[in-house]
């Protein structure tokens, strides 16, 4: 079955619990959702849609939208851009940064975001998940990582005893090494914000 196949089946869905609801707040909410179906099939979109969800199926990282050497690199892109999609992320110098919007709207951020801290966390909260390859040095990783033509979202290798995540992000064919050691410094930060009675928000 074909990404369009499913659109049409899910639209459908959604039709009919539409129609046997009473609420109008739901039948609202059931407009909505057919609705970003229409605008994913109309806007050309489909295709994206099925690799988005194929990546949260594999529990990759969160997709980002553009990746830059530098932080200058990824201002002068949020410039050039008129209409920079809000609440995306990015990554400068393989780091997560959402983009922000002011108020007014006449303003966009790069904030760092943590989002990717998450992520390791999650996949150590029982211990150390198990690697698939070892290397000696983060050069042999990374010839072997760029040596694969279609390598999966994610998988965990090893560099010097230490675990990495080996993510590709397939919509803009990047690929990243991530140290499991972020989460120690995740858990640095939010025992600095406990200690400073700010809560546990990072």
Known sequence: MTIFDRIIEAQELLGKNREDTQSPKEKELFLLAIDALW???????????EGYRRDVESKAPARVIAAFKTREEAEAWLRANPNPPELAYVLIDDEYHVIMSSRDGKRCSLVPHPDLEYHLE????????PVVATFETR?????????????????????????????????????????????EKLHERRNKRKQEGRGEED
């Open 122 to 129: 999650e996949m150590t909260r029982d211990g150390l998940p």
């Open 39 to 49: 605008f994913i099939w109309r806007d050309g979109r489909a295709n994206d849609f």
């Open 139 to 183: 050069e042999e990783a990374s010839a072997w990582f760029n040596s694969q033509t279609d390598p999966p979202a994610q998988t965990v290798i090893q560099i010097g005893g230490q675990h990495y995540l080996a993510a590709y992000y397939r919509n803009i064919h990047h690929r990243a090494l991530f140290p499991f050691s972020l989460v």
